[in-house]
T-cell receptor, first 111, second 113 residues
Framework: TQLLEQSPQFLSIQEGENLTVYCNSS?????LQWYRQEPGEGPVLLVT?????EVKKLKRLTFQFGDARKDSSLHITAAQPGDTGLYLC???????????FGGGTRVLVKP | AAGVIQSPRHLIKEKRETATLKCYPI?????VYWYQQGPGQDPQFLIS???????DKGSIPDRFSAQQFSDYHSELNMSSLELGDSALYFC????????????FGPGTRLTVT
């Protein structure tokens, strides 16, 4: 059983539309991190959320950590073709602990 | 800003050979992690070091070993390579006592033929 699950696995939308990616777990995490990964490259850290209910914004990207620190979401407003990529959520049980990944969501934004 | 450095970026080995992957963490980061990512899969945790001591161990084969040196760089040693070891190997680093957010290197693509 996957400790962390992302949904959907794949999302295809038109430029200008909004999208939301979910990252869910039955376990509590001390932090959740969102990454974006291009093929053959290392994951690039987008944001870390640590406080239940926390909301962080990065330009058109909004990240939320659930009140119980078991789930998180990534919302992209007015998506652009440059947002196309693989988005990964990853949780850590404590600072300095290994990351458990959620399976990834592949986003395709068509012009 | 300085990032995690990994070398080599690409490595081709034959079955039963050995390989050594190197990782140089972000300056002042005290924790290093190794992950293995197969095609279409998530990165899977192998092993981590905090202040030069092994701090956690994941699904790392007995054929693999790793260590962190006094300058905080880390090496992953892989012996008796198998075809199934072909993957991307990532090193990540963090400042352990903080939020633990991990910064990944560009990876080493290992191909075993």
């Amino acid at each position: 059983t996957q400790l962390l699950e992302q949904s959907p696995q794949f999302l295809s939308i038109q430029e200008g539309e909004n999208l939301t990616v979910y990252c869910n777990s039955s376990s509590v995490f001390s932090s959740l991190q969102w990454y974006r990964q291009e093929p053959g490259e290392g994951p690039v850290l987008l944001v870390t959320v640590v406080t239940g209910g926390e909301v962080k914004k990065l330009k058109r990207l909004t990240f939320q950590f659930g009140d119980a620190r078991k789930d998180s979401s990534l919302h992209i407003t007015a998506a652009q073709p440059g947002d196309t990529g693989l988005y990964l959520c990853a949780g850590a049980k404590a600072a300095g602990n290994k990351l458990t990944f959620g399976g990834g969501t592949r986003v395709l934004v068509k012009p | 800003a300085a990032g995690v450095i990994q070398s080599p970026r690409h490595l081709i080995k034959e079955k039963r050979e050995t390989a050594t992957l190197k990782c140089y963490p972000i300056p002042r980061h005290d924790t290093v992690y190794w992950y293995q990512q197969g095609p279409g899969q998530d990165p899977q945790f192998l092993i981590s070091f905090y202040e030069k001591m092994q701090s956690d161990k994941g699904s790392i084969p007995d054929r693999f070993s790793a260590q962190q040196f006094s300058d905080y760089h880390s090496e992953l040693n892989m012996s008796s390579l198998e075809l199934g070891d072909s993957a991307l190997y990532f090193c990540a680093s963090s400042l352990g006592e903080m939020t633990g957010e991990q910064y990944f290197g560009p990876g080493t693509r290992l191909t075993v033929t």
